[in-house]
T-cell receptor, first 118, second 112 residues
Framework: SAVISQKPSRDICQRGTSLTIQCQVDSQVTMMFWYRQQPGQSLTLIATANQGSEATYESGFVIDKFPISRPNLTFSTLTVSNLSPEDSSIYLC???????????????FGPGTRLLVL | SQQGEEDPQALSIQEGENATMNCSYKTSINNLQWYRQNSGRGLVHLILIRSNEREKHSGRLRVTLDTSKKSSSLLITASRAADTASYFCATALSSNTGKLIFGQGTTLQVKP
């Protein structure tokens, strides 16, 4: 399985500021995703991070609020902009798909970034 | 509305007992995956079951899938205190975009 790391693991931010979260995978993968988990809730998909092109956002999520970059097949960033207390959540990246010449059907998740907005 | 709904929302059992969690979904799927999450940390993948499979085992875990009823169950046998966690089912749709839709989860407490 892919080894996924996220930075930072946690942060406390002031409202109105932004936080950029990094997701690094130890091998090239075709698909990368970003999820949000609000306190006491399940996971909700924010967007699919597309390599070399704009991310594909789910209903209720917009690029201005959650800009995403994916410059290559092993790395992606999610920025949460103009923070408000409602953005306090755990943000997780995940990967799936082709890894070299092997197709990985299982979706693996990073350890998450816990964000608290004051 | 949610694609995946789980029940029960919370389950409390004694160590050694079996725990069963159920997941229902609404649309056609490519596969269904079960995950465990300890205290708001990252998700640990447990089992993936494909739409053409009916049952899979992994150690003390048994997963069933009934596509006619659009439901799945996760059975943990001989539970241990370390099994205390939240368990989520997630469905990958037949469109095969890779997107997962998560159920609301079951919080399992195993008392020693």
């Amino acid at each position: 399985s892919a080894v996924i790391s996220q930075k930072p693991s946690r942060d406390i931010c002031q409202r109105g500021t932004s936080l950029t979260i990094q997701c690094q995978v130890d091998s090239q993968v075709t698909m990368m995703f970003w999820y949000r988990q609000q306190p006491g809730q399940s996971l909700t998909l924010i967007a699919t991070a597309n390599q070399g092109s704009e991310a594909t956002y789910e209903s209720g999520f917009v690029i201005d609020k959650f800009p995403i970059s994916r410059p290559n097949l092993t790395f992606s960033t999610l920025t949460v902009s103009n923070l408000s207390p409602e953005d306090s959540s755990i943000y997780l990246c995940s990967v799936e798909g082709w890894t070299g010449d092997r197709f990985q059907e299982t979706q693996y998740f990073g350890p998450g970034t816990r964000l608290l907005v004051l | 509305s949610q694609q995946g709904e789980e029940d029960p929302q919370a389950l409390s059992i004694q160590e050694g007992e079996n725990a069963t969690m159920n997941c229902s979904y609404k649309t056609s799927i490519n596969n269904l995956q079960w995950y465990r999450q300890n205290s708001g940390r990252g998700l640990v993948h447990l089992i993936l079951i494909r739409s053409n499979e009916r049952e899979k085992h992994s150690g003390r875990l048994r997963v069933t899938l009934d596509t006619s009823k659009k439901s799945s169950s996760l059975l943990i046998t001989a539970s241990r205190a370390a099994d205390t966690a939240s368990y989520f089912c997630a469905t990958a749709l037949s469109s095969n975009t890779g997107k997962l839709i998560f159920g609301q989860g079951t919080t399992l407490q195993v008392k020693p």
